[in-house]
């Protein structure tokens, strides 16, 4: 109950700063006075929804306190750049604990709560994620603008505000199916609505020229369909800085909201059909990760939230005294894959069609304010739109679009005089079957800078996907490795860790992560060692309690974690996992008292929901839990569990009860993986393939504290060359046989032999991803594993140098890179070298 007394006492105190303080008192009197005269609530009989909503009010008041100082700095900095990152997702994750964190006043906030008889865990619990994002580049965005306001690089992150992010997952019957997510429905309090920055956005009609009062000839559009953008803000503040940027996501609203001349007729519905056509653009996030679906209201959500991106961006440089010419001077921005790429073609209208540039001038503001990042090699995901819709949709930038290739087949042909073949490969416009337009292309024309997530990944874009380009334009590429932001993952996450680890090497390790090598004195100190074994036990019973709450079933915290939490995609092999939990059941099946390391096999992550093979894999790990959990012979030696509805917090609860951390993609096919390296800073040890960043991870680490298996990106590829035939590796390997028939009998579908029939048909005549290849090496490579376990103090040793030398992982490396290689941007803007 309420204690209502001390709510009056702590109004009537004189002096306190509701607003910005940051002592206990200050903070409490903030959330009563939400409590009170926002929300209309007495506070005994407030929810807990209700308390939530007032705490997260009285730390946005902090936040924007920093945000409008912020904006001021940039104010008094008219040379200064800005960065905007442009992207379809931004997986946020909740806001309440990080934000405290990095305000520092996380016992602060608990103290004032406390003392209202709230704890701020079960709020911190209570709250509901935007899941604006569907995986790794939504949740790297998210990570990127923590390090650019810790760094305190001005920046602003542009999106959309989905008003249904990514599903829901539940699994039914070992199924996965989707709800929707409807993180709006109880109120998101982070976020502001700015209807006054509103932007008209438009489609569709047709152009017409002119000649202008200079007798210049000229271009107009007129659209068929005009939308309006309402932008929605979120704050976002570094760690323990002053510096607050802002997360811009817009919403699509009709422009008339009601058409009364439909109404007065008594046409109720067509009254209000302009409205529901308008909000359909910011409704859903399409939930594909790697594998667009070429559908028209995709690349209308694209064109939506770039146009009122740039829009947006060139009012604020006009604003400032800025001009047409000099845009490129006040922003820096990013291309989150090619999902922004229509940025090109927009900013180019805009300079040309509504501020008079010449084409030359305009194409170079255009390449100097844009950078590209590639985020995958899949051919599947390299976006092309066919020709005759993205005309239809955007007529004027398809114009724009044909004079830029005219311009770069001329370039090429000039270069590379009677090399036809090369014009077509590098033409925007790909002319086979319907003609269709390579974002990929248009992006690397457009850009300065075009830079790969990870070492192998530049390489093989280098190589590869984008050889022409770099034959071409050697200059504009680099390579940045992804990074994670040890603050959410570390501080937030696993804060029995980092008190140790604050304990033992001092506190300024979230800032300057390579400051974690002074715990490699620390590996060989067995006291030491046994407090940190503590701590993953600690977070490891966590864990088991809420795997128990939702699923069902027991864990054992003395077991090995073994986790595998990602997207479910046939690169990431989830089934090569189950290969090897097959492979230790059948060995205890056929002995009983063989002497196995226990261990808990944790999956998570959601599948698209037109993807078949990936919804029967996740049947496959649950109908692998149901064979295994309870079966005598076991003797709960070997768990399974798929801990339904990946989040970005749930992941949160799982990373830091991980000893084991899955990274088994296809050498060549995961571009760089961030999961790896958020597992790895919370100490478990990785399993992985010469992948992504798993290979920058374990030289960093030491290949002796990595374990390693697996074909390399380059025998993938002859392998393939050669002809791969997965069935005689079947025929040749009598445990991959027994443990593959295992399967194909229906001993894991109640005798059904056709549910998993097409599973392992791939796998036996095409298994692009090479699963049967690796089996061996990954069957061996855990058995390592299983060795160094019963070694307590040799896995605890390798576990905090893995932590020790992670320091090259923060998201705070990559943005300095971004900074030096890309923006040549500096801290409050400042342009540094090579700023244009
Ligand atoms: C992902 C890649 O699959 C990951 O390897 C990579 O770490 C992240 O991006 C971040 O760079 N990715 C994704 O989540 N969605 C895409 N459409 C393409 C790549």
Same mark, same amino acid.
Not at 373 to 402: K, Q, S, Y
Not at 477 to 488: A, D, E, H, S, Y
Not at 507 to 512: K, M
């Given at each position: 109950?309420?204690?209502?007394?001390?709510?009056?006492?702590?109004?009537?105190?004189?002096?306190?700063?509701?607003?910005?303080?940051?002592?206990?008192?200050?903070?409490?009197?903030?959330?009563?006075?939400?409590?009170?005269?926002?929300?209309?609530?007495?506070?005994?009989?407030?929810?807990?929804?209700?308390?939530?909503?007032?705490?997260?009010?009285?730390?946005?008041?902090?936040?924007?306190?920093?945000?409008?100082?912020?904006?001021?700095?940039?104010?008094?900095?008219?040379?200064?750049?800005?960065?905007?990152?442009?992207?379809?997702?931004?997986?946020?994750?909740?806001?309440?604990?990080?934000?405290?964190?990095?305000?520092?006043?996380?016992?602060?906030?608990?103290?004032?709560?406390?003392?209202?008889?709230?704890?701020?865990?079960?709020?911190?619990?209570?709250?509901?994620?935007?899941?604006?994002?569907?995986?790794?580049?939504?949740?790297?965005?998210?990570?990127?603008?923590?390090?650019?306001?810790?760094?305190?690089?001005?920046?602003?992150?542009?999106?959309?505000?989905?008003?249904?992010?990514?599903?829901?997952?539940?699994?039914?019957?070992?199924?996965?199916?989707?709800?929707?997510?409807?993180?709006?429905?109880?109120?998101?309090?982070?976020?502001?609505?700015?209807?006054?920055?509103?932007?008209?956005?438009?489609?569709?009609?047709?152009?017409?020229?002119?000649?202008?009062?200079?007798?210049?000839?000229?271009?107009?559009?007129?659209?068929?369909?005009?939308?309006?953008?309402?932008?929605?803000?979120?704050?976002?503040?570094?760690?323990?800085?002053?510096?607050?940027?802002?997360?811009?996501?817009?919403?699509?609203?009709?422009?008339?909201?009601?058409?009364?001349?439909?109404?007065?007729?008594?046409?109720?519905?067509?009254?209000?059909?302009?409205?529901?056509?308008?909000?359909?653009?910011?409704?859903?996030?399409?939930?594909?990760?790697?594998?667009?679906?070429?559908?028209?209201?995709?690349?209308?959500?694209?064109?939506?939230?770039?146009?009122?991106?740039?829009?947006?961006?060139?009012?604020?440089?006009?604003?400032?005294?800025?001009?047409?010419?000099?845009?490129?001077?006040?922003?820096?921005?990013?291309?989150?894959?090619?999902?922004?790429?229509?940025?090109?073609?927009?900013?180019?209208?805009?300079?040309?069609?509504?501020?008079?540039?010449?084409?030359?001038?305009?194409?170079?503001?255009?390449?100097?304010?844009?950078?590209?990042?590639?985020?995958?090699?899949?051919?599947?995901?390299?976006?092309?739109?066919?020709?005759?819709?993205?005309?239809?949709?955007?007529?004027?930038?398809?114009?724009?679009?044909?004079?830029?290739?005219?311009?770069?087949?001329?370039?090429?042909?000039?270069?590379?005089?009677?090399?036809?073949?090369?014009?077509?490969?590098?033409?925007?416009?790909?002319?086979?079957?319907?003609?269709?337009?390579?974002?990929?292309?248009?992006?690397?024309?457009?850009?300065?800078?075009?830079?790969?997530?990870?070492?192998?990944?530049?390489?093989?874009?280098?190589?590869?996907?984008?050889?022409?380009?770099?034959?071409?334009?050697?200059?504009?590429?680099?390579?940045?490795?992804?990074?994670?932001?040890?603050?959410?993952?570390?501080?937030?996450?696993?804060?029995?860790?980092?008190?140790?680890?604050?304990?033992?090497?001092?506190?300024?390790?979230?800032?300057?992560?390579?400051?974690?090598?002074?715990?490699?004195?620390?590996?060989?100190?067995?006291?030491?060692?046994?407090?940190?074994?503590?701590?993953?036990?600690?977070?490891?019973?966590?864990?088991?309690?809420?795997?128990?709450?939702?699923?069902?079933?027991?864990?054992?915290?003395?077991?090995?974690?073994?986790?595998?939490?990602?997207?479910?995609?046939?690169?990431?092999?989830?089934?090569?996992?189950?290969?090897?939990?097959?492979?230790?059941?059948?060995?205890?099946?056929?002995?009983?008292?063989?002497?196995?390391?226990?261990?808990?096999?944790?999956?998570?992550?959601?599948?698209?929901?037109?993807?078949?093979?990936?919804?029967?894999?996740?049947?496959?790990?649950?109908?692998?839990?149901?064979?295994?959990?309870?079966?005598?012979?076991?003797?709960?030696?070997?768990?399974?569990?798929?801990?339904?509805?990946?989040?970005?917090?749930?992941?949160?609860?799982?990373?830091?009860?991980?000893?084991? +951390?899955?990274?088994?993609?296809?050498?060549?096919?995961?571009?760089?993986?961030?999961?790896?390296?958020?597992?790895?800073?919370?100490?478990?040890?990785?399993?992985?393939?010469?992948?992504?960043?798993?290979?920058?991870?374990?030289?960093?680490?030491?290949?002796?504290?990595?374990?390693?298996?697996?074909?390399?990106?380059?025998?993938?590829? +002859?392998?393939?060359?050669?002809?791969?035939?997965?069935?005689?590796?079947?025929?040749?390997?009598?445990?991959?046989?027994?443990?593959?028939?295992?399967?194909?009998?229906?001993?894991?579908?109640?005798?059904?032999?056709?549910?998993?029939?097409?599973?392992?048909?791939?796998?036996?005549?095409?298994?692009?991803?090479?699963?049967?290849?690796?089996?061996? +090496?990954?069957?061996?490579?855990?058995?390592?594993?299983?060795?160094?376990?019963?070694?307590?103090?040799?896995?605890?040793?390798?576990?905090?140098?893995?932590?020790?030398?992670?320091?090259?992982?923060? +998201?705070?490396?990559?943005?300095?890179?971004?900074?030096?290689?890309?923006?040549?941007?500096?801290?409050?803007?400042?342009?540094?070298?090579?700023?244009?």
């Amino acid at each position: 109950m309420f204690p209502s007394v001390a709510v009056t006492e702590a109004a009537s105190e004189p002096g306190r700063d509701v607003r910005t303080g940051l002592d206990p008192a200050s903070l409490m009197q903030a959330v009563c006075d939400y409590l009170y005269y926002f929300q209309g609530r007495h506070p005994a009989t407030a929810s807990r929804n209700d308390f939530y909503l007032a705490t997260a009010y009285a730390v946005r008041d902090r936040l924007f306190q920093r945000g409008i100082q912020s904006l001021d700095a940039l104010l008094h900095r008219p040379d200064g750049r800005t960065v905007a990152y442009l992207s379809a997702e931004f997986l946020m994750g909740p806001q309440l604990a990080a934000n405290l964190v990095n305000l520092g006043i996380q016992d602060a906030m608990r103290e004032a709560l406390w003392r209202m008889d709230i704890r701020l865990e079960d709020l911190i619990e209570h709250e509901v994620e935007p899941g604006l994002g569907n995986g790794g580049l939504g949740r790297l965005a998210a990570c990127y603008l923590d390090s650019l306001a810790t760094l305190e690089i001005p920046a602003i992150g542009y999106g959309i505000r989905y008003e249904f992010g990514i599903f829901n997952q539940q699994i039914r019957d070992g199924w996965q199916v989707e709800l929707t997510d409807k993180w709006l429905h109880l109120g998101y309090p982070w976020e502001v609505a700015r209807p006054e920055r509103a932007v008209a956005v438009r489609y569709g009609g047709y152009t017409e020229t002119y000649t202008d009062e200079d007798g210049r000839y000229r271009v107009r559009w007129i659209p068929a369909e005009i939308v309006k953008g309402v932008p929605h803000d979120t704050p976002i503040l570094g760690y323990r800085v002053k510096t607050c940027n802002l997360l811009r996501l817009w919403r699509a609203e009709a422009v008339q909201t009601f058409d009364f001349e439909a109404f007065n007729i008594g046409d109720y519905a067509r009254a209000v059909e302009d409205q529901v056509t308008s909000e359909t653009i910011s409704k859903v996030l399409y939930p594909n990760d790697a594998s667009p679906q070429g559908k028209a209201l995709r690349l209308k959500q694209q064109y939506f939230f770039v146009a009122c991106a740039i829009e947006d961006m060139l009012r604020a440089h006009l604003r400032f005294g800025g001009t047409p010419a000099t845009f490129h001077k006040r922003w820096a921005a990013q291309l989150n894959d090619t999902h922004p790429t229509v940025a090109v073609p927009e900013l180019m209208r805009l300079l040309l069609d509504d501020h008079g540039l010449e084409w030359d001038e305009a194409w170079e503001v255009t390449q100097k304010t844009f950078g590209y990042t590639n985020h995958t090699l899949l051919p599947e995901a390299l976006e092309t739109w066919p020709i005759d819709l993205f005309g239809a949709l955007l007529p004027r930038h398809l114009e724009i679009v044909f004079e830029i290739n005219r311009r770069l087949c001329d370039g090429i042909r000039r270069v590379y005089p009677g090399d036809e073949d090369r014009v077509r490969r590098m033409s925007l416009i790909e002319e086979q079957g319907r003609r269709s337009l390579r974002m990929a292309n248009l992006a690397c024309v457009g850009s300065h800078a075009i830079n790969g997530v990870a070492a192998l990944h530049t390489e093989l874009l280098k190589s590869q996907v984008l050889s022409d380009w770099v034959a071409m334009f050697p200059e504009r590429f680099c390579n940045i490795t992804n990074g994670v932001t040890p603050r959410r993952f570390v501080v937030v996450a696993n804060p029995g860790q980092s008190k140790l680890i604050s304990e033992t090497i001092g506190d300024d390790w979230p800032i300057h992560l390579d400051a974690l090598r002074r715990l490699e004195t620390h590996a060989d100190d067995p006291e030491f060692r046994a407090r940190w074994r503590d701590v993953k036990h600690a977070n490891k019973r966590q864990l088991a309690a809420v795997i128990k709450e939702r699923t069902g079933i027991s864990v054992d915290p003395d077991s090995l974690f073994d986790i595998q939490v990602k997207r479910i995609h046939e690169y990431k092999r989830q089934h090569l996992n189950v290969l090897h939990i097959l492979t230790l059941y059948r060995r205890l099946k056929l002995n009983p008292d063989l002497d196995v390391v226990p261990r808990t096999f944790v999956f998570g992550g959601k599948a698209a929901p037109g993807y078949q093979v990936a919804k029967l894999i996740i049947k496959l790990v649950g109908a692998t839990g149901d064979l295994v959990n309870d079966d005598p012979d076991v003797r709960g030696r070997l768990k399974v569990v798929f801990f339904p509805n990946f989040s970005v917090k749930n992941g949160q609860a799982i990373y830091p009860a991980a000893d084991l +951390s899955e990274q088994i993609s296809t050498a060549g096919q995961e571009a760089s993986g961030t999961g790896n390296m958020k597992f790895a800073l919370n100490g478990a040890l990785t399993i992985g393939t010469l992948d992504g960043a798993n290979i920058e991870i374990r030289d960093e680490v030491g290949a002796e504290n990595f374990f390693l298996f697996g074909l390399t990106a380059d025998e993938v590829r +002859s392998a393939k060359a050669g002809g791969y035939a997965p069935r005689a590796i079947y025929e040749q390997n009598d445990e991959l046989r027994a443990v593959v028939d295992l399967i194909a009998s229906g001993a894991l579908a109640g005798g059904d032999t056709t549910l998993f029939r097409s599973l392992v048909d791939g796998l036996l005549w095409h298994d692009p991803f090479m699963v049967l290849a690796d089996y061996q +090496s990954y069957v061996a490579c855990q058995e390592r594993v299983a060795a160094l376990w019963r070694d307590p103090e040799a896995w605890s040793r390798m576990s905090i140098l893995n932590v020790a030398r992670m320091g090259k992982f923060s +998201s705070d490396r990559s943005i300095r890179d971004y900074c030096e290689r890309v923006w040549h941007v500096g801290p409050l803007g400042a342009p540094t070298e090579g700023a244009p």
